[in-house]
C-alpha cells in the first residue's frame, strides 16, 4: 500500500527540518519527502495544518501482560498508545509471571504481533522475580529481544547487587534504568512528605527516599562504566544529580512523566483521590517547575507516561489499600503541546528530541529519519484541535486517569508504522 502525505508541516530536527512538504510511502518505508509529490495509484491523505514527525516512543509503559490482563493487555494497550500518537512503547518487566526470562520476553514480542497497534519493545528484569537477589538471564533475554533492563516498581536495596546486575550485563550493550527508591527512607509513605502528607494525615514519602539511590547509582555506573537511565524522576535535588553527572560526562540520562510535571501534591485533598496516588508521588510545585526547566534545558532526555492502568474496583478502595499509578498514554502528548509548547517553553523540535529521538536512541532501537529509506514509523497531530480528557472514552481497559476532564488542544490524528496505518483520522485501525 503507499501512501502520499500532502502538506504536512514536517518536524524532524535530527536532519534540520522545519517546513512543510509531502511524504510518499511505499511499503514500508518513506519513498521520498519534498515539495508537490505526485504518486499514482498512492492514496493521498492531506496534512494541511498538521505536523508530521518521527513516530513518538513511550519508554515507559505496563502493558500488565501476562498475568494482569483485566487491568490491560498487549492489544488494549497499544491500542492506547495508537490513540495517543505512539508508534512504539517499551513494556516493563513487572508482570506475573515476572519478565526475568527469554521465554516471557518471547511471548510479549509474539503477542504484540498478533494483536499490537504499535511496535512493543520489551524490557527485561535486573534480577530474578524482581526480589534484588539474584541475577536475571539476561543473555537470554537479549537474544530474544529485550532492549533494557529495570526492576521498576522495585529499587533495588542492595548496592552490591545493582553492581554485579551493571558488571555483567554491560558485555551486552544494553541500558539500566533505576527505579530509585529505598525502602528504609520510604518505608509505607503514600504522598510526599510534607505539607499535604501532615495535613491529610497520611504517611509522608520524602524526596530524600528517591535522592539517595539515584546518588548511590551514579556511582556505582561510575564504578563500573553501565549506562544509567533515571526513571521517573520527581525532585529538583534529583535533577540536579543528573545533571551533575552529565556535567561529569558520564552515561547517564533521566526521563520524566507529564504528571510529575503538570500536576502537584496540592491535587490531593480531603476527598482522598486515589487517582493521584502514583509511584513515586507527586511533588511540590518547587519540584514541577524544576523539572520543567530540566526539560527545556536538555538534563531531561525522555518524557514517559510511567502508564499504569488499575481496575476500578482497585482505585476504589481507601487510599492506603489502592495501587500506585495512573494512565497515560491517551493525554501524554496533548498534555506537552498544551502546557509546554504552546506557552513556549519548548519547540516542536525539543518536543520530538523527548518523545521520539531520545528514548530511540536510549533504548539503542532503530532511528527514525524523515528521509527516504528510513522506515515508515510516523506521527502526525493537529496542533490546534481542542478536546476534553475522558469525553469520549478511553481505548485502555483502565480510567485511572488523573487529567480527567482536562481541556487540551493537540491531539495525534494519523499514525502510521512500518507504513502501516494504525490511527486514522483520530481512529483507532
Known sequence: MAFL???AHIVDPALGLDGVADVLIEGDRIAEVGPDLAAEGAEIIDLTGKYLVPGLVDMHVHLRDPGQEYKEDIESGTRAAAKGGFTGVCA???TDPVTDTGAIVQYVKTRAAEVGHCRVYPSGAMT????GEA????GDMVARGAVAFTDDGHGIQDAGMVRTCMDYGKMFGKVFMSHCQDNSLVGEGQVNEGVVSTRLGMLGWPAEGEEVQIARDIQIARLTGARLHIQHITTARGLALVRAAKDEGLDVTCEATPHHLFLTEDAIDDTYPTVMKVNPPLRTAE???A???GVADGTVDAIVTDHAPHAAWEKAREFAFAPFGMTGLETSLALMITHLVKPGVIGYGRLVE?????PRRILGVEEVRIEAGATADLTVFDPELAWTVGADGYESKSDNCGFDGESLTGRATDVFVGG???LAGGSVC
Open 135 to 138: 541475577l536475571s538471564e539476561m
Open 420 to 422: 502501516m496505518r494504525t
Open 128 to 131: 530474578r522475580g524482581l526480589k
Open 92 to 94: 516493563m518487566p513487572n
Open 291 to 293: 523539572l520543567a526547566l
Open 5 to 7: 502525505l500532502k502538506s
Open 287 to 289: 519540584d514541577a517547575r
Open 354 to 358: 523527548l518523545m521520539s529521538i531520545a
